[in-house]
C-alpha cells in the first residue's frame, strides 16, 4: 500500500517536469520512485539534466540513462523532487532519515522550487517526532555533543542524542565523511529557534530542518493526491 502511495506522488511530480529543466534528484524509497520515473521518460526522449542529492541516487540515476551535472556547472536549478521524514501545513520539514540531508539541502537552496513527495502518514501538526538529524564533523565529537545537549536543554527539549550505529557498531558516515547525531525531541514548538541554535555551533555541519525550502508538497493518501502549495 505504502509503495503504491510514494509510487503515486512521485508519478505526479515527474509529470511536472518538461524538456530543458535542471532538476535536483531526491534521496529515499519515495524519490527513487521519481528519479525512475525521470528514467522512464528520459528513455523516452525527455531532455533534462539532474543534480543526485546522494551516491545512492547517483547510482540510480546513471542506471536509468538520466543525464547528471553538479552543482559547479550548473548552480541554478528549476525543480528539485525529494522525499522527507515529516512536513507541517507550513511546508517545514525533517530530513536526514537516510543521513542525505547536507547535500539534500544545498541542493534544494540552490532550487527555484522544491516539491516533497510523500505518503500522507508523514504530514504531522507539529515537527519532532521523528528523531532530528544532525550532521556533525567527527573532530570534537564529544564537544559538539554536549554543545547539542545544552542547547536541547536551553530550550526545554531533551538531551538524548545518538551515535547511529552501522551493524558492526562503527559509527553511520555520510556521503560527506561525517557523523549524525539523531536528536530526539517529540515537539519542536520553534523550529526557526532551533535552526538557529544548531547552526551557531561549530562542529555542526547541517541539520535535518529544512525551514522556507519546500515550495509545495505532492501527498498520496488511499483517496488520492494532496496537493499543498506548488
Ligand atoms: C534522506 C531523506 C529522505 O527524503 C527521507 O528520509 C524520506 O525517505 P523515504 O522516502 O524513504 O521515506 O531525507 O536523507
Known amino acids: 500500500m505504502s509503495d503504491n502511495l510514494k509510487r503515486a506522488a512521485a508519478?505526479?511530480?515527474?509529470?511536472?517536469?518538461?524538456?530543458?529543466?535542471?532538476?535536483?534528484?531526491?534521496?529515499?524509497?519515495?524519490?527513487?520512485?521519481?528519479?525512475?520515473?525521470?528514467?522512464?521518460?528520459?528513455?523516452?526522449?525527455?531532455?533534462?539534466?539532474?543534480?543526485?542529492?546522494?551516491?545512492?541516487?547517483?547510482?540510480?540515476?546513471?542506471?536509468?540513462?538520466?543525464?547528471?551535472?553538479?552543482?559547479?556547472?550548473?548552480?541554478?536549478?528549476?525543480?528539485?523532487?525529494?522525499?522527507?521524514?515529516?512536513?507541517?501545513?507550513?511546508?517545514?520539514?525533517?530530513?536526514?532519515?537516510?543521513?542525505?540531508?547536507?547535500?539534500?539541502?544545498?541542493?534544494?537552496?540552490?532550487?527555484?522550487?522544491?516539491?516533497?513527495?510523500?505518503?500522507?502518514?508523514?504530514?504531522?501538526?507539529?515537527?519532532?517526532?521523528?528523531?532530528?538529524?544532525?550532521?556533525?564533523?567527527?573532530?570534537?565529537?564529544?564537544a559538539t555533543e554536549i554543545a547539542i545537549a545544552k542547547l536541547l536543554k536551553g530550550l526545554g527539549l531533551s538531551t538524548d542524542l545518538r551515535l547511529r550505529n552501522g551493524k558492526d557498531g562503527t559509527p553511520f558516515v555520510t556521503d560527506s565523511g561525517n557523523f549524525i547525531l539523531d536528536a530526539h525531541l517529540g515537539r519542536i514548538e520553534k523550529p526557526d529557534v532551533l535552526a538557529a541554535g544548531l547552526n551557531a555551533i561549530p562542529g555542526v555541519v547541517e541539520h535535518g530542518l529544512f525551514l522556507g525550502l519546500a515550495t509545495g508538497a505532492i501527498l498520496a493518501t488511499g483517496e488520492g493526491l494532496v496537493e499543498l502549495g506548488q
Open 11 to 142: 508519478e505526479r511530480a515527474a509529470a511536472l517536469v518538461s524538456d530543458g529543466m535542471r532538476l535536483g534528484l531526491g534521496t529515499g524509497s519515495t524519490a527513487a520512485y521519481f528519479v525512475s520515473a525521470i528514467g522512464e521518460r528520459v528513455r523516452g526522449g525527455l531532455k533534462v539534466v539532474g543534480v543526485p542529492t546522494s551516491e545512492a541516487t547517483r547510482e540510480q540515476a546513471q542506471r536509468e540513462g538520466i543525464p547528471l551535472t553538479t552543482l559547479d556547472e550548473t548552480p541554478e536549478l528549476d525543480l528539485t523532487v525529494d522525499g522527507a521524514d515529516e512536513l507541517d501545513d507550513g511546508l517545514r520539514l525533517i530530513k536526514g532519515g537516510g543521513g542525505a540531508h547536507l547535500r539534500e539541502k544545498i541542493v534544494a537552496a540552490a532550487s527555484r522550487r522544491m516539491i516533497v513527495i510523500a505518503d500522507s502518514s508523514k504530514r504531522v501538526a507539529t515537527l519532532g517526532r521523528f528523531p532530528l538529524p544532525i550532521e556533525v564533523v567527527p573532530f570534537g565529537l564529544k
